[in-house]
């Protein structure tokens, strides 16, 4: 029996290494929309659609989907991971800062890392991890006390291991990395403590840092007129959600997060660039091209780290490079991804914060939605109307679908003072309410228009992302642990399943022995489905 099961061991490794003889090359990355068999990115492929072009599944069929496996993870934390296929083989992240390798088929366990982290690690929301990401045979993590990590992906060996940031300073890492050319991009959070955001650029092969592009300007800085004093120290601007990259630019764009504190903006008088921002970076240097706020001094904690979604279509009469952006605040905006210029702006939920948006899209504030030491009442709540779990765009109805939130917040005001590592957020609101918790909802929005196509009614608040496939579904998952099945062009239900755990991440699809299996993390598990027989 030990040497059945020592046999069977050598056979996975074999396996293992002879599936990453085809190595994930730059290249690779730069075609993954045209390889549908594999998810080699956290969104899918560098335009962020979320997109799988399988058919194999469609609105008739579905309802035969049926569980293929499922892999239990070593942990009690909340689970996030988007996972990656590569050539057989998943990757994913398991909480706080560990990564498991497994055969795609069967869900067979071929290594796992486990990160050693500190025994107190402050988090704004909990110790998750959204996923790795991939080079050549490397895998690369980012973890809760704030290092990058490259493993062997064979065998899950430390190949460098680099710190970003001090996490004693309230630094961490849970975003996904997203590798560029020979680079791999990494953002940081922290900005409920006061931390000075930043994005990074480590080279793949050494770990050495080729370039740092600072969210928070310092004196002299463009930009840093929007910050009164020293409060520029402590300005928050995190990126803690993965960005995109349009690689005919040269471009990555990158969404920045709340300014510090979160909601008493007395210490901050002013714009606070480049907080709630669009970012759009040279991919060489890290040098600014453009950006765009969608919040100027927010005092309501609307983050714009939403996944930019990347589109060439035609748009008010004449071809254009876009990026499609349902933001936290409610607004659904359109950008000419070139030059960062505001072309559409809409409400896709319930706000009462904002008139309207002028011509520049600077929102035009309504008097009276200030947070105060008694609380105000605001649509949306301080978790908005859609947060950092990702939009799909579907290339055949021409759609874009996102899970929505219909919430109002509670927002107190309060003093703060800074000690690092500690809370500096100027008092908290209440997330939900007892006598309104709200609803939730998937969205199908027009993406020239910001219409509303069709909607797909949610009893809770969804933290799930989704998927949009060739066979027209359109997969989201629910706060009370059911993954389903839309139609893209109607939203009527075609399939659901409970899967008996909160589902706080997003659906991915990819091609395994000639089927196509869609794939999500619920609870503490990682399940796939694929039609019976």
Known sequence: MNRLCFAAILLAMALLQGSLLAQVTYDRLLKADQDPGNWLTYSGGYRSWRYSPLNKLTRENAPKLKLKWVYQMHTAHTVETTPLVADGVMYFTEPPSNVVAVDAATGRQFWRYRRATPKKVNVCCGQV????????????????????????????TVLWDVEVADYRTGHSITVAPLVVKDMVICGISGGEYGIRGFLDAYDAATGKRRWRFWTIPSPGEPGSQTWPGDSWKTGGGPTWVTGSFDPEQNLIFWGTGNPSPDWNGDSRVGDNLYSDSAIALDADTGKLRWHFQHVPHDVHDWDSVQVPVLVDDEFQ???????????RNAFYYVLDRETGRFLLGKPFATQTWAKGLDANGRPI??????????????????????????????????LFYVASWENKGLYRKGEQEYSPGNRYIGSAPLIDLPDDPGHGAIRALNPKTGDRVWEYKLHTKPWAGVLSTGGKLVFGGSDEGYFFALDADTGREVWRQNLGG????????YLSQGKQVVA????NAIFTFELGE
């Open 129 to 156: 991890n959204r996923g790795v990401a991939i080079l050549g045979d490397r895998v690369f993590v980012g973890t809760v006390d704030a290092h990058l990590v490259a493993l062997d992906a064979r065998t899950g």
């Open 317 to 327: 009469g004449r071809q254009r490079k876009l990026i499609y952006w349902a933001h």
């Open 365 to 398: 504030r309504l008097p009276n939605i200030d947070p105060t030491p008694d609380g105000t009442y605001v649509w949306p709540g301080v978790q908005g109307a859609t947060n950092w779990y990702s939009p799909s765009y579907n290339p055949l109805t021409k």
């Open 502 to 509: 909160i589902i706080r991440t997003n659906p991915m699809s």
């Open 520 to 523: 999500i993390a619920s609870g």
